[in-house]
C-alpha cells in the first residue's frame, strides 16, 4: 500500500526555468510533508518541509505547495540550476506516536539541461 | 560537526551469510533510523533507535535485526542473506524530537551474489 505517490518517475526542463514535482498522499492523518533530494551515491539531503497548517512553504529558490483537500503537494524550484539535477523524494511521518519514521515516495529524477 | 558515517560502503556477501552495517549519528543526536532503498520499493523504513531502545519497526522479516549503543552508535544485521537483500541500506540521525529533520549517511551498499 503506496501511502505517498511520485508518479513521474522523471521530468527533463531547461535550466533557468521552473521544475515542478508532485506528491499525493493517500492518508488523511498525515500532517507534515518534507521532501529530499538525493545525488547518486550519497544519502538523501533535506530541502524543505511544510505542515498542514500551512499551505505554503518558500526557502530561496524552493517552494513547496499542499493542497490538503486534494492530498497533493507540489515542489517548484525557480530558478531550475543544472546543479539540481537529483532525484527527490517526498516523505511523511506516519502521524502519531513519537517516532522519526519517514514514509517516502518513489521519487523523481530531475534532469535540468544547460 | 562531523555527519553521519556509514561503514561499510561497499560490501559483497553470498547467499546465506551474514552482515553487520555500522552507523555512526552526528554528536548529540539520540535517535538513529535504518531504511533499505531497492530500485522496485524505493525508500523503506526498517526500524528506528531511540536511547538504545527500539522505537518503531518496519515491516521486514525477523532475519533484520539492529542494535543501539549508549554512545547512540547503532549497527543492523542481517542474517542468512537472500539475493533480494541486495540493496543500499541508509541510516538517519535526529535528536529524537519528532518532526526535526534527520541527517541520511551515504549508505552502505550492499551486493548478495
Known amino acids: 500500500d503506496q501511502q505517498v505517490k511520485q508518479n513521474s518517475p522523471s521530468l527533463s526542463v531547461q535550466e533557468g526555468r521552473i521544475s515542478i514535482l508532485n506528491c499525493d498522499y493517500t492518508n488523511s492523518m498525515f500532517d507534515y510533508f518534507l521532501w529530499y533530494k538525493k545525488y547518486p551515491a550519497e544519502g538523501p539531503t533535506f530541502l524543505i518541509s511544510?505542515?498542514?497548517?500551512?499551505d505554503k512553504n518558500e526557502d530561496g529558490r524552493f517552494t513547496v505547495f499542499l493542497n490538503k483537500s486534494a492530498k497533493h503537494l507540489s515542489l517548484h524550484i525557480v530558478p531550475s540550476q543544472p546543479g539540481d539535477s537529483a532525484v527527490y523524494f517526498c516523505a511523511a511521518p506516519p502521524g502519531s506516536g513519537a517516532t522519526n519514521k519517514l514514509i517516502f515516495g518513489t521519487g523523481t529524477l530531475l534532469a535540468v539541461q544547460p | 560537526k562531523a555527519g553521519v558515517t556509514q561503514t561499510p560502503r561497499y560490501l559483497i556477501k553470498t547467499r546465506g551469510q551474514q552482515v553487520t552495517l555500522s552507523c555512526s549519528p552526528i554528536?548529540?543526536?539520540?535517535?538513529v533510523s535504518w531504511y533499505q532503498q531497492t530500485p522496485g520499493q524505493g525508500l523503506q523504513f526498517l526500524f528506528e533507535y531511540f536511547s538504545e531502545t527500539q522505537r518503531n519497526k518496519g515491516n521486514f522479516p525477523g532475519r533484520f535485526s539492529g542494535r543501539q549503543f549508549s554512545n547512540s552508535r547503532s549497527e543492523m544485521n542481517v542474517s542468512t542473506l537472500e539475493l533480494g537483500d541486495s540493496a543500499l541500506y541508509l541510516c538517519a540521525s535526529s535528536s529524537g524530537l519528532a518532526r526535526e529533520t534527520q541527517y541520511f549517511g551515504p549508505g552502505t551498499r550492499l551486493l548478495v551474489l
Open positions: 511544510i505542515s498542514s497548517i500551512k
Open positions: 554528536s548529540g543526536h539520540r535517535s
